[in-house]
């Protein structure tokens, strides 16, 4: 018999989880205004809003914490971080912050003004944010396929060349200060980035001489997709992919709460000594000095430790495992999700659940509600809420996918969870029908809104 699959971990210490009834969480949710972020963490009982600082960090990570050396500046952990940053991903300027964010802060500061345009793959929330905020638009590139959720197709997160080229030929270049190749790629579905298409954007970046830069929340994830769905990189370990992957660009931002798997941090590294010298002082300003950033010294020493950790292939084999086996299950009992299962989450398809609903009822955070009160499990919506407005128009705007995120915290559940998630949803897909309304805004925050929406029963 072929031996099946376990983990390559044990696990040394565990934390209590609480389960409720259906009438404490329905009045849960109400208090929270249909908001899943308005709960409180003891509110829910498995916690699949993000993959995000939630991972269990190992029991190395934990002594890097006990090791970190607190000086102001220079500190060994500072110097354990470089040469991690250095070894894996070839970038030899880098400065840390306190997140993802804080990092896309300090280089946009940087590079980007009003009325710039910054082409890319499905920007993330708060590229998006960060862009808009000074006053410059986002470009989606992404190809075509990505809106389709059930074709398959192994590298969703691709950039379309032609979209791109066009971007480069209707503006001029002092009006495109980067371009941005976010890998995995978190808004089609945590897909990812062929090597071949990280190539092909590069070069034609440098044919128009426009910076291309990471956001690489999911650089490992990416590279091992690459090493299991690409020709020729079979052999390749993940290490060698990802070196080449970072071959292409000219930097990236990190939150490295994700790929890092660390509860708090992020940075920013580039290979150009001149945009080094710029972020630098936006470092100082926003974050700290620059060999902190707005991060302990022992947060330094466990990032460093989980970029080790989080480019092994027995740990992204298990993580990814884990994310397809819960897509699995779930196209097992008919319910459709983002083809194929993303590297952090899955991606349940809420247009074609609740397609009955209108999309001004926000059909995917309907479904992020019901399958909190079915049992306690928190997803998010990655829908016409997080879209928002038009910064000009100010209309609503409708994305073509209305998705139910599940995000899987790195090595924190177990298979069992996954089942258990697996069933609620079957049992709200069975009773579909009987949810004949949704939800609308009350309250909503110029932008961001979905993180403080405040939303009622239609
Ligand atoms: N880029 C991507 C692709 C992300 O997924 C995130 C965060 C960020 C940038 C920002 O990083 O949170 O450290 O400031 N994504 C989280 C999520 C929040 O749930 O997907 P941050």
Redesign the pocket.
């Known amino acids: 018999m072929e031996l099946p699959y376990a983990e390559p971990y044990k696990i040394k210490v565990v934390e209590p989880l609480q389960r409720s009834t259906r009438t404490e969480r329905e009045e849960w949710i109400k208090q929270a205004g249909y908001n899943l972020f308005n709960l409180r963490s003891e509110q829910v009982f498995i916690d699949l809003?993000?993959?995000?600082?939630t991972g269990a960090m190992s029991q190395h990570q934990w002594s890097e914490i006990m090791l970190g050396d607190e000086s102001y500046a220079g500190s060994k952990s500072y110097y354990k971080l470089k040469e991690a940053i250095n070894t894996l991903l070839g970038m030899p300027f880098f400065v840390p912050t306190h997140?993802?964010?804080?990092a896309?802060n300090v280089l946009f500061s940087a590079l980007i003004s009003e009325n710039d345009v910054v082409p890319g793959n499905s920007h993330?929330d708060?590229?998006k944010g960060h862009i808009e905020f000074r006053r410059a638009t986002a470009i989606d590139c992404t190809i075509d396929e990505a809106a389709d959720t059930t074709l398959y197709h192994p590298f969703k997160g691709n950039i379309d060349l032609n979209k791109l080229e066009d971007v480069f030929k209707t503006y001029p270049k002092e009006q495109i200060p980067l371009c941005i190749i976010?890998v995995t790629c978190?808004t089609s579905g945590g897909q990812p980035v062929s090597m071949q298409n990280i190539r092909e954007v590069s070069g034609l970046c440098k044919k128009y001489k426009i910076p291309v830069f990471f956001?690489a929340?999911?650089f490992a994830e990416n590279a091992y997709f690459i090493k299991t769905r690409e020709e020729g990189y079979a052999d390749k370990s993940i290490r060698e992919i990802v070196l080449e992957m970072y071959s292409y660009v000219d930097g990236a931002?990190m939150?490295s709460?994700?790929d890092a798997i660390v509860n708090i941090g992020?940075f920013l590294a580039c290979r150009d000594k001149e945009l080094f010298d710029k972020i630098s002082m936006y470092c100082i300003l926003f974050e700290g000095y620059l060999t902190y950033g707005g991060l302990a010294g022992r947060d330094l020493g466990a990032l460093a430790q989980g970029l080790m950790e989080g480019t092994e292939f027995s740990f992204l084999e298990s993580r990814i495992g884990q994310v397809a086996y819960l897509g699995q299950k779930l196209r097992e009992y008919g319910i459709p999700c983002q083809e194929p299962t993303g590297g952090h989450a899955v991606f349940v398809d809420a247009k074609k659940v609740l397609s009955h609903l209108p999309k001004e009822q926000y059909q995917a955070q309907t479904l992020a509600v019901e399958l909190y009160l079915e049992g306690g499990v928190r997803g998010?919506e990655i829908g016409a809420l997080l879209a928002d407005r038009d910064p000009k128009t100010r209309e609503n705007r409708y994305p073509d996918l209305e998705l139910l995120r599940l995000?899987i915290p790195r090595r924190v559940y177990t298979n069992n969870h996954m089942d258990y998630v697996a069933a609620c949803l079957a049992n709200i897909y069975k009773r579909r029908a009987q949810i004949t309304t949704g939800l609308k805004i009350v309250r909503e925050a110029p932008i961001m809104r979905h993180f403080t929406v405040e939303l009622e029963k239609v």
């Open positions: 809003l993000t993959d995000s600082g997140q993802g964010r804080a896309e993330f708060t590229t976010t978190n956001d929340a999911r931002t939150s709460k994700k992020g998010v995000a």
